[in-house]
């Protein structure tokens, strides 16, 4: 079982659609969580944390469930520059020098007129 | 400023060659890593180093070989290069590993 698994898209979704990703992971003791964003030949850029308590920020909502070890992120009022892929990243193993970003394969958003 | 650069950008050689990617941040961050994206877009950790010390090496062929002169950068090396080492080689860094990390722009290799 891979470490973070994503269903890879793509979701193609009309202007001011709401869209849903979800990500699991694999490791119950991981501590931290992130949404990634990565435009088309770009470097990956954080959009946001993930907190056990879910967090918003602006159309962006992200939730954690621990106990089924899933994350997901919301994305409401979609703009085209939403368009792009985004990436579900866990910490793994929890927080130490010998910690690491371990990155999904991404769901790739396409947002059309 | 750039806070995680890299270079070059682009970088096409033959196969057999030997290359370097160079890589330097300006965070005031302790640990820093290499990731590669393949073709398929997996972004994958290669190395990882903590105040210049390696931390993390997940298998990588020895031919790949990380020096990180200070906590500022990072350097990876590249002996007889092979038509699959053909990918986007990132750098990123982080205050603490495991903690949110800041990504170079990549260097895209090809090899033929």
């Known amino acids: 079982r891979k470490e973070v698994e994503q269903d890879p898209g793509p979701f193609n979704v009309p202007e001011g659609a709401t869209v849903a990703f979800n990500c699991t992971y694999s490791?119950?003791?991981?501590?931290?969580f992130f949404w990634y964003r990565q435009d088309c030949r770009k470097e990956p850029k954080l959009l946001m944390s993930v907190y056990s308590s879910g967090n918003e920020d602006g159309r962006f909502t992200a939730q954690l469930n621990r106990a089924s070890q899933y994350i997901s992120l919301l994305i409401r009022d979609s703009k085209l520059s939403d368009s792009a892929t985004y990436l579900c990243v866990v910490t793994s193993p929890p927080t130490g020098t010998a910690s690491k970003l371990t990155f999904g394969t991404g769901t790739r958003l396409q947002v059309t007129l | 400023d750039t806070a995680v650069s890299q270079t070059p950008k682009y970088l096409v050689t033959q196969m057999g060659n030997d290359k370097s990617i160079k890589c330097e941040q300006n965070l005031g961050h302790d640990t820093m890593y290499w990731y590669k994206q393949d073709s398929k877009k997996f972004l994958k950790i290669m190395f990882s180093y903590n105040n210049k010390e390696l931390i993390i090496n997940e298998t990588v062929p020895n031919r790949f070989s990380p020096k990180s002169p200070d906590k500022a950068h990072l350097n990876l090396h590249i002996n007889s290069l092979e038509l699959g080492d053909s990918a986007v080689y990132f750098c990123a860094s982080s205050s603490l590993a495991g903690t949110e990390a800041f990504f170079g722009q990549g260097t895209r290799l090809t090899v033929v």
């Open positions: 490791n119950s003791a991981s501590q931290s």
